[in-house]
């Protein structure tokens, strides 16, 4: 078993910055590929960011290209989404996933393990 837990979630202004994180522990977190998805309220899960095992590879939704960032830490076990810029349509709670078969990509029923969410609030 994994377990994923993310913080960093809040309220923001409009054009603010929030700095997600994504702290993993029971598993070998450096051999996963991970991701963050969201989801707003009566809207399906949406593929946000990934980033693949070593960090080299990352890969975004075009929405939040340019604007937000994806890494990782493996000696820390932590995963993190720097968010800027933010817009009022980025209002979602914010989940990090992993995928131990490093071939999810953005489909989210491919992922193994899922952390609880994180509140994101854009105000305009």
């Known amino acids: 078993q994994m377990q994923l837990v993310e913080s960093g979630g809040g309220l923001v202004q409009a054009g603010g910055s929030l700095r997600l994180s994504c702290a993993a522990s029971?598993?070998?977190?450096?051999?996963?590929?991970m991701a963050w998805f969201r989801q707003a309220p009566g809207k399906e899960r949406e593929f946000v960011a990934a980033?693949?095992?070593?960090?080299?590879?990352?890969y975004y939704v075009d929405s939040v290209k340019g604007r937000f960032t994806i890494s990782r830490d493996n000696a820390k076990n932590t995963m993190y989404l720097q968010m800027n810029s933010l817009k009022p349509e980025d209002t979602a709670v914010y989940y990090c996933?992993?995928?131990?078969?490093?071939?999810?990509?953005?489909?989210?029923?491919?992922?193994?393990?899922w952390g609880q969410g994180t509140q994101v609030t854009v105000s305009s």
């Open positions: 996933a992993a995928d131990r078969s490093a071939r999810a990509g953005q489909n989210a029923a491919r992922y193994d393990y």
């Open positions: 029971g598993r070998t977190f450096s051999t996963y590929d």
């Open positions: 980033i693949s095992w070593s960090g080299v590879s990352t």
